[in-house]
């Protein structure tokens, strides 16, 4: 099974994404909703969560994990990728290769939670790759309880929007990184404030992809996951948000399955 875990049930994007591009491999994920938000704690709690997720989706049979959390895979990715023998994938390094092929300019814009900004992974692996690169980042720890909220399309979501992507505009980026789970329901507000002369980055999809090729390089992986079993979304806490955000992201209904995982 391919293991996916995040904060909540926003990393279902990456799920969603996942079942796009490997439509015939089976996908376990467990959604920390009784925890959430990640994105406000600190760097050992979001730590100490993100290996007892990783226990859990081992414990059900995951043979490869994805971190679909920026917040846990900015603070812990490499943590875990030292730590556990399965192939661990994030969301953060394969966005960042799009985010680099896409600029033409080098100025990148990342949006993302306290945490994931305040962790400058992203910055540290944009500049990586490319050291000529300007990045301007920005914290915009509003824009999930709004998509929790179902808040897609209100006028207060757009103000909101519109104040957080101002410094970056100014900035003149020509690509922009959304470096949250959430992000990618509300893309369809932010393309728009931003216009047609900038990239906006996907991690869900770009993290898939990755996924896919690595499973092409790695057929003795490959051949030892699970075809065609029913995908299992686990949730820490069942909460109606919980409920009506998978559904929103899906567009259909998900059988939520609630655990306890903490010891
Ligand atoms: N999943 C988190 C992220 O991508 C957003 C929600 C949270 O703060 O827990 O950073």
Same mark, same amino acid.
């Given at each position: 099974m391919i293991g996916i875990f995040d904060s909540g049930v926003g990393g279902m994007t990456v799920a969603r994404a996942v079942e796009e591009v490997l439509p015939e491999r089976s996908i376990i994920y467990f959604g920390d909703v009784a925890r959430a +938000?990640?994105?406000s704690k600190s760097p050992a709690t979001i730590s100490r969560y993100a290996r007892q997720n990783c226990d859990f989706l081992l414990?059900?049979?995951? /043979?490869?994990i994805i971190v679909a959390c920026n917040s846990a895979a900015s603070v812990a990715g490499h943590l875990l990728q030292q730590e556990y023998d399965v192939p661990i994938m994030e969301v953060i390094s394969p966005a960042v290769a799009q985010a680099v092929r896409a600029s033409v300019s080098g100025r990148i814009g990342v949006i993302g939670t306290r945490a994931t900004i305040n962790a400058r992974v992203y910055e540290q692996e944009i500049?990586? =790759?490319? *050291?000529a690169a300007k990045v301007f980042s920005q914290p915009c720890p509003l824009l999930v309880p709004l998509v929790e909220e179902g808040w897609l399309a209100k006028r207060e979501t757009k103000m909101i929007i519109r104040r957080y992507l101002h410094p970056l505009r100014a900035r003149s980026i020509d690509t922009l990184v959304l470096g949250c789970t959430h992000y990618p329901l !509300?893309? @369809? !507000?932010? &393309? *728009? /404030? =931003?216009? +047609? @002369?900038?990239?906006?980055?996907?991690?869900? !999809?770009? %993290?898939? @992809? %990755? !996924?896919? &090729?690595? =499973? %092409?390089?790695? *057929?003795t992986l490959a051949d030892s996951l699970a075809k065609g079993e029913e995908n299992r979304y686990y949730v820490s806490d069942l909460t109606e948000a919980a409920q009506s955000t998978a559904r929103r992201i899906f567009g259909r209904p998900i059988n939520l399955e609630l655990v306890q995982i903490e010891k």
């Open positions: +938000p990640y994105g414990a059900k049979g995951a /043979r490869v500049c990586a =790759l490319k *050291p !509300l893309a @369809h !507000l932010i &393309k *728009p /404030r =931003l216009g +047609p @002369h900038v990239q906006v980055i996907d991690s869900s !999809l770009a %993290v898939a @992809h %990755v !996924l896919k &090729k690595f =499973l %092409v390089d790695n *057929p």
